[in-house]
């Protein structure tokens, strides 16, 4: 408090602010300069004591002691705070008190009349300094904290602009692996039309140089036949007998003429020459993809398939699964030594009455060789089967009452057609794998980051009586 009286002392009565200029009275009050030449033009008293003034501005002294404490507050106060807008900001708004506490409860500067203030009751208090030490500490570690962030959001950047360039640079190489595939059909193509083309070009030059020969012997039977039609004709415009006798016997040409003259038409034949190039004239796009097949890799696998089934064969290729009906050990065998002439034939006869074996009702096959690394692909031949699931081990398509349901989360597929064929797209290095409809290589669905390698082929589906005439298989080519 004892600061508070003596910032007190140092304050003008009038404008209530430190001293500007002071000046004393003759009764011995001391106010601003300014103030005090305002308040004495209306009256010539002392604002505090009511003492009257002399009309001498000589009176008005200045108070050097005061003025010099004044100055000296002043300063520093503006060494504290800056400016006078500083000090007003430094002062309690409620109790004009010097601002040195920090309340912790309600985070905000305070005075020590609001510490004991009813607003203040029970709060946490704790000086200035110490509270900007603790704050600075936070503040410090929040930074760190940003700082923190922003180096891993400017790796982040990095590793996306980074991957980004991978991209990139990877479609660059798929674009140029794509342009040289192509190019290589392009290449078998060109190369396959410009044979076949040429093939056409010697079939019609063949053709051409027949009938030019033909033709040849054509026109020149007629050009002796005109020449005979036009000497006769000259003959038969003689009207005079005599002269028309001696034109026609005239060293016996004409003569010789007619009775050498035999007709040229029947000699020839225009034959229609239709060139033909085989099935290249119809199915010429057909045939070139079969031979295409030949040249293209890589090609889909061919898989080889086993099973542990009693129920199930396998071909000798590998590619078909023939269901195979077991009987109980049980059935009964009727000997028939002879037949119905005598005849010792012995054979044995299984009874069918015996019970067949049908407690599995569904079998699976997986193919004979596992799957690493790269990138594959196969083809199954489901047909009509109304129940298969075709795929990798634990991984798979599967098809149940019209309905097409993946192994992952039994998600329900909606398909436009019924695939009589589905082709499985493995790749080891992104763990995906891909399922289409082969026969339009229409995408059906991806599974992605779901397995691990080794993996085998997988293959499922009911048995019935009609599994031996349509069996499912391996598609080859």
């Not at 100055?71 to 000090?87: F, Q, S």
């Not at 140029?176 to 079939?203: A, G």
């Not at 040249?295 to 398939?305: D, G, N, R, Y």
Request: with cysteine.
């Amino acid at each position: 408090m004892a600061s508070a009286s003596y910032k007190e002392d140092l304050t003008c009565s009038i404008c209530l602010t430190i001293f500007s200029d002071p000046v004393i009275l003759p009764c011995g009050h001391s106010f601003c300069r300014e103030c005090i030449s305002l308040s004495l033009k209306s009256q010539r008293q002392c604002p505090q004591c009511r003492a009257d003034v002399p009309e001498d501005e000589q009176c008005l002294l200045t108070n050097h002691t005061l003025k010099s404490l004044a100055e000296k507050e002043v300063e520093k106060l503006r060494r504290g705070h800056g400016d006078d807008k500083e000090i007003d900001d430094w002062l309690c708004p409620e109790h004009e008190e010097r601002l040195k506490l920090f309340c912790v409860t309600d985070q905000q500067l305070a005075c020590i009349i609001c510490r004991d203030g009813e607003k203040h009751e029970g709060h946490k208090f704790k000086p200035i300094k110490e509270a900007a030490a603790l704050v600075r500490n936070k503040l410090e570690a929040f930074v760190q904290c940003i700082a923190d962030d922003i180096d891993a959001t400017e790796r982040l950047v990095n590793t996306k602009m980074e991957e980004i360039t991978k991209t990139k640079d990877k479609v660059q190489q798929l674009t140029t692996q794509i342009c040289r595939q192509f190019e290589e059909m392009h290449q078998f193509l060109r190369k396959r039309e410009d044979e076949i083309t040429n093939d056409l070009k010697h079939k019609e030059d063949d053709a051409v140089e027949k009938m030019s020969e033909t033709l040849n012997a054509m026109e020149t039977a007629l050009s002796e036949s005109r020449e005979l039609q036009a000497k006769v004709a000259t003959v038969l415009e003689t009207t005079d007998s005599d002269k028309f006798l001696k034109s026609w016997t005239e060293n016996n040409s004409m003569v010789t003429s007619e009775h050498s003259f035999k007709p040229k038409a029947n000699e020839f034949k225009v034959e229609n020459t239709s060139l033909s190039l085989g099935p290249y004239d119809s199915h010429l796009q057909f045939f070139m993809w079969k031979e295409m097949l030949q040249v293209i890799k890589p090609q889909a696998e061919l898989l080889s398939l086993k099973s542990v089934s009693s129920n199930i064969t396998v071909s000798e290729d590998g590619r078909n699964l023939m269901y195979r009906p077991v009987f109980t050990p049980n059935c009964k065998q009727r000997s028939f030594p002879y037949d119905s002439y005598g005849r010792n034939t012995s054979y044995i006869q299984y009874d069918h009455s015996c019970v067949e074996q049908t407690s599995v009702q569904c079998v699976s096959a997986f193919s004979s060789n596992e799957f690493t690394s790269g990138q594959h692909y196969w083809e199954m031949e489901v047909g009509e089967r109304d129940y298969w699931k075709v795929g990798v081990e634990n991984h798979y398509l599967s098809y149940d009452q019209q309905e097409y349901v993946t192994s992952i989360q039994d998600t329900v597929l909606a398909l436009a057609g019924r695939p009589q064929k589905i082709g499985v797209y493995l790749d080891c290095l992104s763990q995906e794998l891909s399922f289409y409809d082969a026969e339009n290589m229409t995408h059906i669905h991806t599974m992605r980051h779901c397995m691990s390698v080794p993996v085998k082929a997988y293959f499922e589906y009911r048995f019935s009586e009609a599994a031996n005439h349509n069996p499912p298989r391996v598609c080859w080519y």
